[in-house]
């Protein structure tokens, strides 16, 4: 295996991508996750996690196994196929021959030269997330949550995350959690899109909660004083029920999303606009032409997301590398201009009846300042290196393009990230740190909820299924005529 860059980091790609429920394009997508794993990077990554919305139809993500399997591998190999092209690629610049981009569109995924492993592939409804590693040996305590936004908490909207402890070649590691969400769509649910977040905050729990919260009752339990013994005590009855209740408080902290020990990356279709109402029919849209008065910068100035989040209202202590490409979303796919069956090149559209926006992102929280105060020289302070923050072509499958991030990310000990216990008495701005004070407490039933709603996704997976599709239709026509035939069978008898 090649190492990263540098043995103090590690090398991450997260890309975000809106599937609008279609099959994608398997050689399309691999050229541009292709461009992606080449910009700004002098080698592959150590990790990249893929995070998907609108993966599938409804009913297959509900099923899930057998039914969204198929939309998965095609992912599985479109990665698999841009690292073949960018290794044989690489090899032929660094051999000075010619590249020929047709012969790399060509290509197909030769399994038995996969560089990387895909460890998990997990998905809440519509929302799914994939871990691909180079050496997934160094990959331990892999741990999954979930949350559901839909009505009685299903997950057509919803999130999933994966938690992890990455130990490298050089002995060290670090803890990385990674959420893939779809929050509310439409221009006016900015307060819904804020709830919904609010949600992930609330119910995304990488353990049971009620669980930890019963444990340590049951630990806690107090012996029951003599009567000279209770007056002696009764003073330090208040005291000792609130160091009980700040230490339930960091156990249940320790497995929220915002776990102290962990670095955290949040990606998806967070649906966040630059207007609260859709478009009249002469509005200005942006423009990609660096001379046109509506260049497309201009209208980031007006981005919910950005505005909610420096307000405290939204995506709580984390940070966004700048953005400097065009609105992700919403695209009309125009014909093609040719007939070639591989299209890089879709001529496309700002749909007309949305305003143009930055719904797909890809935050983090920054290295905090009890980490980067403890070196005094400020080059070797750890940092969030990002080489590449950007949106790649659209693909005439989906109305967003994928965005992708690429960051190292420094291999900073658990116990060193976690804040000190007097970190408020040194710093009390760290107060608004999501790794110091949750900005909102866990639901300890947040669990139980999920179980309850997975049940329901499959009976109404199975529902939507048999009702609204041609294989549906054939099982229920199939089942009615081994039913009818039985009747008929036994009838005589």
Not at 226 to 235: I, K, N, V
Not at 270 to 278: A, D, G, K, P, V
Request: with cysteine; proline share 8%.
């Amino acid at each position: 295996m090649t190492p990263s860059p540098s043995s103090s980091s590690l090398d991450l790609l997260v890309l975000t991508f809106n599937c609008a429920k279609t099959l994608i394009n398997t050689p399309v997508f691999a050229a541009h996750l292709q461009t992606a794993l080449s910009q700004n990077a002098s080698g592959l990554p150590d990790l990249v996690v893929i995070s998907l919305q609108e993966v599938a139809p409804l009913s297959y993500c509900f099923i899930g196994g057998y039914f969204l399997k198929p939309y998965l591998a095609r992912f599985q190999e479109a990665f698999n196929l841009a690292i073949q092209n960018y290794t044989v690629d690489r090899d032929l610049l660094s051999n000075h021959e010619p590249h020929d981009s047709a012969v790399s569109l060509s290509r197909s995924s030769n399994p038995a030269n996969q560089l990387y492993s895909l460890v998990r592939a997990d998905n809440v409804g519509y929302t799914a997330i994939l871990l691909f590693a180079r050496d997934p040996s160094r990959l331990h305590d892999i741990k999954e949550a979930e949350v559901g936004f839909g009505a009685a908490d299903m997950g057509n909207k919803g999130a999933v995350g994966l938690r992890m402890l990455y130990k490298s070649t050089s002995g060290k590691s670090t803890e990385l959690t990674f959420v893939s969400t779809h929050l509310a769509a439409m221009e006016w649910n900015l307060a819904r899109r804020n709830a919904n977040w609010a949600a992930i905050m609330r119910g995304m729990a990488f353990e049971n909660p009620e669980a930890v919260v019963t444990n340590f009752r049951k630990s806690s339990e107090p012996s029951t004083p003599s009567g000279e013994e209770a007056e002696e005590t009764d003073h330090l009855l208040y005291d000792e029920h609130h160091a009980q209740q700040t230490r339930l408080q960091k156990q249940l902290h320790n497995i929220s999303v915002f776990r102290p020990s962990s670095h955290l990356f949040v990606s998806g279709d967070l649906n966040y606009r630059i207007s609260t109402t859709s478009p009249p029919p002469t509005a200005a849209f942006p423009s990609l032409d660096p001379e046109s008065v509506h260049y497309y910068p201009d209208f980031f100035r007006r981005d919910q997301l950005t505005r909610e989040r420096k307000a405290g209202r939204t995506l709580h202590g984390l940070e966004e590398h700048p953005v400097h490409f065009p609105p992700t979303y919403k695209y009309d796919a125009l014909p093609a201009k040719s007939s070639e069956a591989v299209e890089i090149d879709v001529p496309w559209r700002f749909a007309p009846h949305r305003y143009p926006s930055w719904t797909d992102r890809i935050l983090f929280l920054d290295v905090p300042s009890w980490v980067k105060g403890e070196a005094s020289d400020k080059s070797q302070r750890p940092i969030m290196k990002v080489h590449a923050y950007d949106a790649l072509p659209l693909l005439r499958s989906s109305d967003h393009r994928p965005v992708f991030l690429r960051v190292d990310v420094p291999l900073i000990e658990p116990e060193d990230l976690t804040p000190p216990i007097d970190i408020l008495d040194v710093d009390a701005s760290c107060v608004s740190d999501p790794r110091v004070r949750l900005p909102i407490e866990i639901d300890p039933e947040a669990w139980e909820r999920r179980a309850a709603a997975r049940r329901k996704e499959v009976m109404a997976g199975w529902s939507m299924f048999l009702w609204s599709t041609k294989q549906g239709a054939w099982i229920l026509t199939a089942l009615l005529a081994v039913s009818a035939g039985a009747y008929w069978l036994y009838g005589d008898f």
